[in-house]
């Protein structure tokens, strides 16, 4: 009894003594007295999404498709607004341009000095020009060849800006529908036998050049757009 009781002294328990439990806490969740319900979170399916997704496309798609229609129809019930060209216009479409307007090119050969600067200007090399001296006068020069291929022509205006006189201007005309190509060179000296002699500026006086379009429009006017291009005539004894 007495080594038993020793065994207890060194590290065990007596049988008859209790293990000391921790004084019971009061728990918050019993103490509620309206314990919070649990929710059931579901995981939810993707395919109803995907679906609204699709639909919302359409639905986008038809939105900005009427809106764009809806410009294009509303023309439908105005009033029109085409010009019927050539034939219903008050005048010739060619007058109501503006006055600057590139157009076909005209020469006064009237007031033309010979200077070639429109010439040496153009960057295409639309314009052909050639002089000689007068075989009657030897003091006076004459012009030979004075020719402006408008199917090449870019309209860009630089040989009008040099020319001392303003003999070749820019006009309003741009009908010039021939059937064959070769009719759009003009040729300003129609004869190279009877050539144009060169025009000598007065100082201080302008050049009494004609109002610009008038030369180019009667010679439209004489013209068909079947007529055979204007050839200068070879040597003689040869067509």
């Excluded at 993707?46 to 229609?69: A, S």
């Amino acid at each position: 009894m007495a080594e038993y009781t020793q065994m207890e002294t060194l590290g065990g328990l007596a049988p008859h003594s209790a293990p000391a439990t921790p004084p019971a806490t009061p728990s918050l969740r019993s103490a509620s007295p309206n314990p919070p319900a649990k929710v059931r979170v579901e995981q939810s399916s993707p395919l109803p999404t995907r679906v609204r997704e699709y639909f919302g496309n359409i639905t986008d798609v038809v939105k900005t498709f009427w809106e764009g229609l809806s410009v294009t129809l509303s023309y439908m019930i105005r009033r029109p607004i085409t010009v019927q060209y050539p034939d219903r216009t008050e005048k010739r479409v060619a007058d109501m341009l503006p006055s600057r307007y590139r157009g076909l090119l005209e020469v006064d050969m009237a007031v033309c000095t010979g200077c070639m600067a429109c010439e040496r200007a153009c960057p295409i090399a639309v314009i052909k020009m050639a002089t000689d001296k007068d075989p009657t006068n030897p003091k006076q020069r004459v012009i030979t060849q004075f020719d402006i291929d408008e199917s090449k022509c870019m309209f860009c205006g630089l040989c009008v800006e040099p020319c001392p006189t303003g003999a070749i201007q820019h006009t309003r005309e741009f009908e010039s529908t021939m059937k064959s190509i070769d009719s759009l060179i003009y040729r300003w000296v129609p004869d190279p036998e009877n050539p144009v002699p060169f025009y000598r500026p007065v100082k201080g006086q302008d050049a009494p050049r004609a109002p610009v379009g008038e030369i180019l429009k009667k010679r439209l006017a004489g013209t068909s757009w079947i007529a055979r291009p204007n050839i200068f005539p070879g040597p003689k004894g040869k067509d």
